[in-house]
């Protein structure tokens, strides 16, 4: 049995505070961190190849 050994880089990129700011937040209320946000998001896109988007969403 083989076990895949995950390999973790560091990524920068810029972002408004403010969203990170209120992202932090609601990461944090709900017990996780936001690297583990960005990662369950980047982890969705490269299965599903795809971005999913509510028109109704504030654009910023």
């Not at 709900?30 to 969705?44: A, C, E, G, P």
């Amino acid at each position: 049995m083989s076990v895949a050994i995950s390999q973790k880089i560091n990524v920068n990129f810029r972002i408004e505070k403010a969203i990170k700011e209120e992202a932090s937040k609601i990461a944090n209320e709900m017990r996780i961190n936001l690297t583990s946000v960005v990662n369950m998001f980047l982890k969705k896109f490269v299965r599903e190849k795809k971005i999913e988007m509510n028109l109704n969403d504030e654009i910023y």
